[in-house]
């Protein structure tokens, strides 16, 4: 009988989820949208806007216009990877700057 144990390999990923709310005080319109597909590209976690039950990617300027996010209405910007704090921070402070 043997008892040699199995070498494993584990390999140690640092993942983060993060979230944040935002008012909107502008319509979400193709300026803002653009800015946020554009920032959304530069990073490498997964990112979500959602509003009214819908979900989009962000790095889609169509997707974002057709979220229908009026000044006023509440977006919440999720993150899924390795830098989703800063692209949350990121895109956060573009929703709550759009003019």
């Given at each position: 009988m043997s008892t040699s144990s199995?070498?494993?390999t584990t390999i140690a990923t640092t993942t983060s989820k993060h979230e944040t709310a935002v008012v909107l005080p502008a319509n979400l319109h193709a300026r803002p949208a653009g800015q946020l597909a554009r920032a959304a590209a530069t990073f490498t976690s997964t990112i979500r806007l959602e509003h009214a039950d819908?979900?989009?990617n962000p790095t889609g300027v169509l997707a974002v216009m057709g979220l229908?996010?009026?000044a006023g209405?509440?977006?919440t910007?999720?993150?899924e990877g390795?830098?989703?704090e800063q692209a949350v921070?990121?895109?956060a402070q573009?929703?709550?700057t759009a003019e």
């Open positions: 199995d070498p494993t819908r979900t989009v229908g996010a009026t209405s509440t977006v910007v999720r993150a390795h830098d989703a921070a990121a895109l573009i929703l709550a």
